[in-house]
């Protein structure tokens, strides 16, 4: 089934691209399908969830998946980019879709990466806006702890200058590196891009407003929310290798798991930073089981 667009505005008058995914209930969940808004990482867009959010209905949830401010076909203005603010865009989101629909009133909000560090400040600051997170390879990261100087922390994080390179080139890149992903996936990344008609694109995220970003996550400190949050949190982190940077990962869930009331890790290994993309079918199941068990009320 195809999705709807929706055309959302927030506080500040900035209007925000959703993909509304209709349950289908295919899959006949026993269930009660719940609402799930589904939050992109940094540089991302709504379409890199197409794969989970069509697996999610088809589990009977009703799902829609959102364009943060600055991406994708979402308004780009050059203000607002913090995590408390994106944070606040997601929860006018949320009273948006309610008013024409009471269920959404306290849906599952669900953010990979930087959108997984979202959906733990909305946890711990707009505790009655949902019914639990799910932070997808993200809700944990702590820029500031790897980078204690910001400059550092720009020169290396800092995006490729990407606008000007043919479209082709760009896929062909994105299929070398991701061979296992399926082409929905694949398309999915490639609307990251503004296409034009010479066939070139351009990020959607402008260079500078993606080091806004990039400042903003490098200010937000999740570790500091986690004994606040009353919600249930799912953390699905991925893993490839047994680096230091997977070792920290793990440490930094181990003390999640301990220091948030009620919080739930489910690995997935090997996997992709975008696990949402590369394995969508097992993600919704993961999500499906903890809601089927009432992890999430």
């Not at 009353?230 to 798991?257: Q, Y």
Request: aromatic residues 6%.
């Amino acid at each position: 089934m195809t999705a709807t667009e929706l055309r959302l505005p927030v506080r500040d008058g900035t209007v925000l691209r959703a993909l509304h995914h209709v349950a289908t209930g295919t899959r006949m969940s026993p269930a009660a399908g719940i609402p799930i808004l589904l939050i992109h990482g940094l540089a991302s867009n709504c379409r890199l969830w197409d794969g989970a959010a069509r697996h999610l209905a088809a589990h009977g949830h009703d799902v829609v998946a959102l364009d943060l401010r600055g991406h994708g076909r979402s308004g780009k203005p050059d203000h607002g980019y913090s995590v408390p603010e994106v944070a606040r865009d997601v929860v006018d989101i949320i009273e948006a879709l309610a008013a024409d629909n009471p269920p959404w009133r306290r849906p599952l909000v669900i953010g990979q990466s930087w959108g997984g560090n979202i959906v733990i400040e909305i946890a711990a600051h707009h505790p009655a806006a949902v019914r639990g997170v799910v932070a997808v390879d993200g809700g944990t990261i702590e820029l500031r702890k790897a980078f204690p100087d910001w400059e550092e922390c720009r020169r290396a994080l800092a995006p490729p200058r990407l606008a000007g390179m043919e479209a082709g080139r760009m896929r062909g890149f994105m299929i070398g590196a991701h061979r296992d992903w399926s082409d929905e996936a694949i398309e999915g990344t490639m609307a990251n891009m503004e296409h034009f008609a010479d066939g070139t694109i351009a990020p959607w995220l402008t260079f500078d407003r993606h080091i806004t970003v990039l400042r903003g996550l490098w200010e937000h400190s999740p570790t500091s929310l986690f004994p606040s949050i009353e919600v249930p949190v799912l953390l699905t982190p991925a893993s490839k290798a047994d680096d230091d940077l997977t070792r920290a990962k793990r440490a930094a869930h181990d003390h999640a798991a301990v220091a948030i009331r009620r919080c739930r890790v489910e690995w997935f290994e090997p996997a992709d930073h975008d696990l949402h993309a590369q394995h969508p079918g097992r993600f919704a199941d993961v999500v499906n089981d903890a809601v089927v068990g009432g992890f999430f009320p």
